[in-house]
């Protein structure tokens, strides 16, 4: 069963990504996450922000992800044999249509934009980033991509979960579907 998960950058995808696998540690799972999928910073390309005109590497968009190597991954590890559920997290898990495809059960953690930027805000500056730095990337850029890719994708989940506040009934309730579709 291959499941993915979407969300918002700071939504917490990954957070719900790793319960999840925990939970099914009964079961041979396997986590791919589409950070790891990242182009190297020099090919990514370079946007222009809506509204101050600004350049910023353009980290939330497709082009930015190995989407060929990623989805080539996907397809091996289903045809592997090696893992009953496989989950995939990211940004752009129900956006791509070539992963959304392949994908048994869809699910999208929405979280409102001011919890993540401050999440994004927390996180980031322990990566030695400036507020000022994060706050201008998140406020020029990843809002604009967020809107343009992420947010639509919701639509496309078959279960909508709250990244507010996390929960366990949601996460056991999914767990015994999963199983029980294994």
Known sequence: MIVGIAGGSASGKTTFSKRLAEMLCEESVLEIHMDAYFK?????????APVTGRPYRDDNHPMSFELPRLRQDLKEAAESGKYQVIVVEGLLTLWDQEIYDQLDLRLFVDCQADERIVRRLRRNMTWGLTFDEIADVYLDMVRYRHNEYVEPSKWRADFILNG???SEKALEALVLYIRSML
């Open 164 to 166: 507010s506040l996390f």
């Open 40 to 48: 190297d910073p020099k090919e990514r390309s370079t946007a222009i």
